[in-house]
């Protein structure tokens, strides 16, 4: 099997403070992690890529100071949304794939984001 | 980046097969078509990907278009479980990311 977990699966926090969501590949070693945002009824809207141990690439638009993404170990990678704001609100969403020779990327179950 | 394009909504009959259709007419040579589907609320699950070849899993087949302008996702016997939003994506850049398109809300209906 190919399992992402993200955690927490929804969180509510208030404006300012920052929030961390965890995406693990659960039973592979992901060499790559994105990790996207979709707001209501909307498509996915990639925001990074992450590759093990070095920085993020951030798209076009996604200010890197504020979604700070850590890429630790070839399972674990973290997006943390910092001083938070009511705009931010979003379903948050990882993925993972093995590595560049197989492309396919598995997502996660998604974080609920909401900032009062 | 390829852009694709896909009809905002599609019902089909319970049992039936859903065709449901991409156009990625700016997909360039080593660009993959791969296909997901989200149910709501959830993350997206992978169904099947390709490059230029027709391809078939037990959960769906894709027939790929000679020019590789667009694509076709059957799900050869519909079951209402499988009403969720249908993306097709297209692969890009060193990393390999996934351009989503707007997806198609497939409704299977009893």
């Known amino acids: 099997g190919a399992v992402v977990s993200q955690h927490p699966s929804r969180v509510i926090c208030k404006s300012g403070t920052s929030v961390k969501i965890e995406c693990r590949s659960l039973d592979f070693q992901a060499t790559t992690m994105f990790w996207y945002r979709q707001f209501p009824k909307q498509s996915l809207m990639l925001m990074a890529t992450s590759n093990e141990g070095s920085k993020a690439t951030y798209e076009q638009g996604v200010e890197k100071d504020k979604f700070l993404i850590n890429h630790a170990s070839l399972t674990l990678s973290t997006l943390t949304v910092t001083s938070a704001h009511p705009e931010d609100s979003s379903f948050y969403i990882c993925s993972a794939s093995r590595g560049p020779s197989t492309d396919t990327q598995y997502f996660g179950p998604g974080t609920r984001l909401t900032v009062l | 980046d390829a852009k694709t394009t896909q009809p905002p909504s599609m019902d089909c009959a319970e049992g039936r097969a859903a065709n449901l259709p991409c156009n990625h007419s700016?997909?360039?040579?080593?660009?993959?078509v791969y296909w997901y589907r989200q149910i709501h609320s959830q993350g997206p699950q992978y169904i099947i990907h390709?490059?230029?070849n027709n391809e078939t899993n037990e959960m769906a087949s894709l027939i790929i278009t000679e020019d590789r302008k667009s694509s076709t996702l059957i799900l050869p016997h519909a079951t209402l479980r499988d009403t969720a939003v249908y993306y097709c994506a297209a692969t890009s850049g060193s990393a390999r990311q996934l351009t989503f398109g707007s997806g198609t809300q497939l409704t299977v209906l009893p």
């Open positions: 700016t997909i360039s040579g080593n660009e993959y």
């Open positions: 390709g490059l230029k």
